[in-house]
């Protein structure tokens, strides 16, 4: 049995403390990206990117593992809520994704002289990109709700295996893009001192922004949700 | 009589094998869709291309995957198509032996498939099999790991429109690790590289527990 009404998503009253808060953080860590770290000694600016790319792909994961557990919480729970979070960090896991390839993609040409090429990382991040696209996908052919959730759960349970295979996929095949600088096997992060604050800076407006969408997003799921339970009713 | 889990997957196997005995609609439709997927991949390639030992193990287990949904699809077609499928819904136990039945069923048809495609291609190519053995285990564990996630997504995808389209948009992406090492391992068979083929057989190995047991534990929830 469907609950018919939503409990209050707590974030929600920290709605504008987030996006205000979101905007603090890119605000700094755009300034410590672009004028307070030093400059590569063998990438010269290029490498800057890194600042977007990484954060990016940190986001990606988070989103999707985010889906991941309310996806169980509704397969556990039958709250709506939960699929409301997991519709919202789908989409938001769906658009970081797709600006982490092309951001990974613009610091290519310079470095690797592509703007794409067949390496496990890239690959297998596309791949993810596409499962996820197939479970928005999956979504939008339904207009029973349980059913929709249940479908979706599903799928969001069994996609995120995609995620360790992306992360290790460097070190698992012979790959041009450089292994794992911070989340590592081997102990401390190999980047310098004041490039791994201005990246942990940046790692965290970036993730202040990630939560700052999903309230927001969340808030329109869970008013759809409501407006057709009460139209139903 | 009381019947335990695997009595009742070994009868949905068998009652879908039965099926496909009387009405190999299925199992025809994949082998003529294999075949002919070998012949043409092999002549947009060219003779060269196509013999090398990577691009004949990718063109061959590509192919094996387009079979395995067609050979899912129609599986499920016929159940939809009686309505025998509620009936095993409501039976205690019913949908793990639904899922666990299906897996065995495809994958003994998608065998089946796999000999007649692989033979084909041995014969038209000319590929010269340096670890015949190797080339078996990993063809066996390949036909394995297959089934578990396309049974699962067909499932998910069951009473939805443009099922046909669904199939391939979500398995795919998630058999891409399977058909990576399907296709490498194979073609380190066909080179004699031993150890290699045997990783490669081994990752199949866990790929196929791993969506197996996920499958039975999740499908409860998938089906409708």
Same mark, same amino acid.
């Given at each position: 049995? /469907?609950?018919? !009404?939503?409990?209050?998503?707590?974030?929600?009253?920290?709605?504008?403390?987030?996006?205000?808060?979101?905007?603090?953080?890119?605000? /700094?860590?755009?300034?410590?990206?672009?004028?307070?770290?030093?400059?590569?000694?063998?990438?010269? &600016?290029?490498?800057?990117?890194?600042?977007?790319?990484?954060?990016?792909?940190?986001?990606?994961?988070?989103?999707?593992?985010?889906?991941?557990?309310?996806?169980?919480?509704?397969?556990?729970?039958?709250?709506?809520?939960?699929?409301? =979070?997991?519709?919202?960090?789908?989409?938001?896991?769906?658009?970081?994704?797709?600006?982490?390839?092309?951001?990974?993609?613009?610091?290519?040409?310079?470095?690797?002289?592509?703007?794409?090429?067949?390496?496990?990382?890239?690959?297998?991040?596309?791949?993810?990109?596409?499962?996820?696209?197939?479970?928005?996908?999956?979504?939008?052919?339904?207009?029973?709700?349980?059913?929709?959730?249940?479908?979706?759960?599903?799928?969001?349970?069994?996609?995120?295996?995609?995620?360790?295979?992306?992360? =290790?996929?460097?070190?698992?095949?012979?790959?041009?893009?450089? =292994?794992? !600088?911070?989340?590592?096997?081997?102990?401390?992060?190999?980047? &310098?001192?004041?490039?791994?604050?201005?990246?942990?800076?940046?790692?965290?407006?970036?993730?202040?922004?990630?939560?700052?969408?999903?309230?927001?997003?969340?808030?329109?799921? =869970?008013?759809?949700?409501?407006?057709?339970?009460?139209?139903?009713? | 009589?009381?019947?335990?889990?695997?009595? +009742?997957?070994?009868?949905?196997?068998? *009652?879908?094998?039965?099926?496909?005995? *009387?009405?190999?609609?299925?199992? %025809?439709?994949?082998?003529?869709?294999?075949?002919?997927?070998?012949?043409?991949?092999?002549?947009?390639?060219?003779?060269?291309?196509? *013999?090398?030992?990577?691009?004949?193990?990718?063109?061959?287990?590509? @192919?094996?995957?387009?079979?395995?949904?067609?050979?899912?699809? +129609?599986?499920?077609? *016929?159940?939809?198509?009686?309505?025998?499928?509620?009936?095993?819904?409501?039976?205690?136990?019913?949908?793990?032996?639904?899922?666990?039945?299906?897996?065995?069923?495809? @994958?003994?048809?998608?065998?089946?498939?796999?000999?007649?495609?692989?033979?084909?291609?041995?014969?038209?190519?000319?590929?010269?099999?340096?670890?015949?053995?190797?080339?078996?285990? %990993?063809?066996?564990?390949?036909?394995?790991?297959?089934?578990?996630?396309?049974?699962?997504?067909?499932?998910? %995808?069951?009473?939805? +429109?443009? +099922?046909?389209?669904?199939?391939?948009?979500?398995?795919?992406?998630?058999?891409?690790?399977?058909?990576?090492?399907?296709?490498?391992? @194979?073609?380190?068979?066909?080179?004699?590289?031993?150890? %290699?083929?045997?990783?490669?057989?081994?990752?199949?190995?866990?790929?196929?527990?791993?969506?197996?047991?996920?499958?039975?534990?999740?499908?409860?929830?998938?089906?409708?």
């Amino acid at each position: 049995m /469907i609950e018919t !009404t939503a409990a209050p998503f707590p974030t929600i009253r920290v709605r504008p403390w987030l996006g205000r808060l979101a905007i603090v953080g890119s605000v /700094i860590a755009t300034f410590m990206a672009l004028v307070w770290a030093p400059t590569d000694a063998v990438q010269g &600016d290029v490498y800057r990117i890194l600042y977007v790319h990484v954060p990016l792909a940190w986001l990606a994961y988070l989103a999707f593992f985010v889906v991941f557990l309310a996806s169980l919480g509704w397969l556990w729970t039958k709250r709506p809520w939960f699929d409301a =979070l997991a519709v919202a960090s789908a989409e938001i896991g769906v658009l970081f994704t797709g600006m982490f390839i092309v951001a990974g993609s613009i610091w290519a040409k310079p470095t690797w002289g592509v703007w794409w090429t067949w390496d496990p990382r890239l690959v297998t991040t596309a791949v993810m990109f596409m499962m996820y696209v197939g479970y928005l996908l999956l979504r939008s052919l339904s207009n029973d709700f349980s059913r929709r959730a249940t479908r979706a759960a599903v799928l969001g349970v069994i996609a995120v295996i995609d995620i360790p295979i992306v992360h =290790l996929s460097v070190l698992w095949m012979n790959s041009l893009h450089q =292994l794992p !600088t911070v989340i590592r096997a081997g102990g401390s992060p190999s980047i &310098d001192a004041s490039m791994g604050v201005t990246l942990l800076v940046s790692v965290i407006a970036f993730t202040l922004v990630y939560f700052a969408f999903l309230a927001e997003r969340m808030s329109i799921e =869970l008013d759809r949700q409501r407006r057709m339970l009460e139209a139903r009713s | 009589m009381k019947v335990n889990a695997l009595d +009742r997957a070994l009868l949905v196997a068998a *009652r879908e094998l039965a099926a496909e005995r *009387r009405h190999p609609d299925g199992l %025809v439709a994949a082998l003529t869709f294999t075949g002919l997927l070998v012949l043409m991949e092999s002549l947009a390639f060219g003779p060269g291309q196509a *013999r090398q030992p990577g691009v004949a193990s990718a063109l061959f287990w590509i @192919a094996i995957l387009f079979a395995a949904t067609l050979v899912a699809t +129609r599986s499920f077609d *016929r159940e939809l198509e009686d309505d025998a499928i509620d009936a095993i819904l409501v039976l205690d136990g019913g949908r793990e032996a639904l899922y666990a039945g299906k897996v065995v069923a495809i @994958a003994i048809v998608l065998a089946v498939v796999a000999l007649a495609a692989g033979a084909l291609s041995l014969l038209l190519l000319d590929l010269d099999v340096a670890l015949a053995g190797h080339l078996v285990l %990993v063809g066996v564990l390949g036909i394995i790991a297959l089934p578990p996630v396309i049974v699962l997504t067909t499932l998910l %995808v069951l009473r939805v +429109r443009a +099922r046909v389209a669904m199939v391939p948009i979500l398995s795919f992406p998630i058999l891409i690790p399977q058909l990576v090492a399907c296709t490498q391992g @194979a073609s380190a068979a066909l080179t004699g590289d031993a150890p %290699v083929a045997l990783g490669w057989a081994g990752i199949l190995a866990a790929f196929a527990l791993v969506y197996g047991v996920l499958g039975l534990t999740i499908v409860p929830a998938a089906i409708e």
